[in-house]
């Protein structure tokens, strides 16, 4: 789908866009030789350069004869075209660089978040709250009751079945009445969770879940 600022990126480099999906164009096989350098300086009368027919020992070509003429001209028109070359991959090179930049923020969680839950309080808890997924940062807004002396507040994605949780992963220690970004790990599938939950946990050192969910939300397409 074409978004607002690739349609700009394309109006302002159409002709380089073209290029780009029509392949780029093939490499030149070698950079112009010394004399093709020296018969544009030649030509354009620029200084530190000899004219090349100051260097050639045949009499018929020093005198400007038709040999001469055509190297100048097939050296000129070999320069002209690797400049040309030159020129399309520089500005291929660009706009890459300009596509690559809004296109890496984008996978990056620099858009619009993928998924959103109203997280809604449980039992008797005094609190509400926000969730939402942008590529791997869920960000998250918690308000509420401070947890109870002995325990803290965790944030976890569940799976559930049927009202069961079939698979859990948590992300940390959640902080009442502040917003933060939770990093969900590389090896965990967010396909496969589709709700976020706070609990309440004693400090006892145990990991697994205490039971105790304070809020939950299922999360939703944007």
């Given at each position: 789908m074409s978004t607002?600022?690739?349609?700009?990126?394309?109006?302002?480099?159409?002709?380089?866009?073209?290029?780009l999906r029509g392949g780029l164009?093939?490499?030149?096989?070698?950079r112009p030789s010394e004399s093709v350098w020296d018969a544009i300086a030649s030509e354009l009368e620029l200084p530190g350069r000899v004219a090349p027919t100051a260097r050639l020992a045949d009499p018929e070509v020093a005198a400007g004869g038709p040999s001469a003429n055509g190297a100048v001209v097939r050296d000129i028109s070999s320069a002209r075209s690797w400049g040309r070359r030159g020129a399309i991959f520089t500005a291929v090179a660009a706009a890459l660089l300009l596509v690559a930049v809004p296109v890496g923020l984008a996978i990056g969680g620099d858009g619009d978040p993928d998924r959103r839950a109203e997280l809604l309080a449980m039992s008797d808890f005094a609190g509400s709250g926000e969730a939402e997924?942008?590529?791997?940062?869920?960000n998250v807004r918690f308000d509420g009751d401070a947890a109870p002396d002995g325990s803290f507040y965790e944030l976890w994605l569940l799976d559930l079945d049927g009202g069961e949780v079939a698979r859990l992963e948590s992300l940390g220690q959640i902080e009442v009445a502040a917003?933060?970004?939770?990093?969900?790990?590389?090896?965990?599938?967010?396909?496969?969770?589709d709700v976020v939950d706070v609990s309440v946990e004693p400090d006892d050192g145990n990991p697994e879940h205490s039971g105790v969910?304070?809020?939950r939300g299922d999360l939703t397409e944007i």
């Open positions: 607002p600022e690739y349609e700009e990126l394309e109006a302002d480099f159409g002709e380089v866009i073209d290029i164009p093939e490499s030149p096989s070698e997924l942008d590529g791997r940062d869920l917003d933060g970004t939770y990093q969900v790990p590389d090896g965990i599938d967010l396909d496969e969770y969910s304070v809020l």
